[in-house]
């Protein structure tokens, strides 16, 4: 490797760092969009049963639970920092971008390609757009990543199937990250596999348990079922 090789690297790292920090700065103080106020109208309700507060929906007033077609998860995040700042409340949701990081620097890993994952996802729309707002995409795609990079990358099962079944708190599309790691354990593989199967059942099922049981128990109804009505 020449001198002007190895210097590339970090001139890189220090570019990536320095777009993340900058566009942060931009982002903290956009205002909240129609999308975004959705989801702060959930964290003025209870804790428990975010998805009981009535809001106005094309002109007739309903209950979340019956018009809004996510999870709670995104709520209960912001609960904590409701009262505060919109400035203060957009970095606490930065914390998912951190974890995303993390997760494709760590996927990056396993091809030695670091430093291309990072550059490939923080130009991504799909950062962009997700970095900072209040809006569930963030958590499920760091939770989605997280648990792949457990997963794969560390091998670390439990933990991984764990966080990617946290994703479905967010966004009821994390359906599919759960289906390939069920399709994972389909196909022949290690016996470190077979030795974890059950293990890793549970804790990918366990967030969905959790939300079946909250569900039945606040509204009589789950919500994932109740969604589908109305989409």
């Given amino acids: 490797m020449t001198p002007s090789q190895k210097n590339t690297k970090p001139t890189l790292k220090i570019i990536l760092i320095s777009f993340f920090f900058l566009y942060s700065l931009l982002v903290i103080t956009k205002p909240v ?30 209950t979340a639970f019956d018009v809004l077609s996510n999870p709670p998860g995104i709520a209960w995040f912001l609960y904590p920092v409701k009262n505060i700042s ?71 099962y439990i933990i991984g199937a764990f966080l990617i079944g946290l994703g479905f708190l967010f966004r009821y599309s994390a359906i599919v990250p759960m289906v390939s790691i069920l399709l994972w354990l389909i196909f022949p593989n290690k016996k470190e596999k077979e030795q974890n199967i059950i293990p890793i059942l549970f804790a990918l099922g366990l967030a969905p348990l959790f939300l ?20």
């Fill in 86 to 156: 919109i400035i203060g409340m957009r970095l606490w949701m930065m914390t998912w971008s951190v974890l995303a990081l993390w997760s494709f620097w760590e996927l990056g890993k396993t091809t030695s390609q670091t430093r291309f994952f990072l550059y490939f996802v923080i130009t991504s729309p799909v950062f962009a757009l997700s970095h900072g707002s209040f809006l569930p995409d963030m958590p499920l795609l760091a939770c989605t990543t997280a648990g792949y990079a457990f997963f794969f990358s560390k091998k670390r």
């Fill in 212 to 231: 079946l049981v909250h569900d039945i128990v606040m509204y009589d109804r789950f919500h994932f079922w109740h969604m589908l009505t109305f989409q």
């Fill in 33 to 62: 969009h129609i999308d975004e106020a959705n989801f702060l109208m959930l964290t003025k309700g209870n804790f428990w049963n975010p998805h009981n507060i009535l809001i106005n929906w094309q002109g007739r007033t309903q």
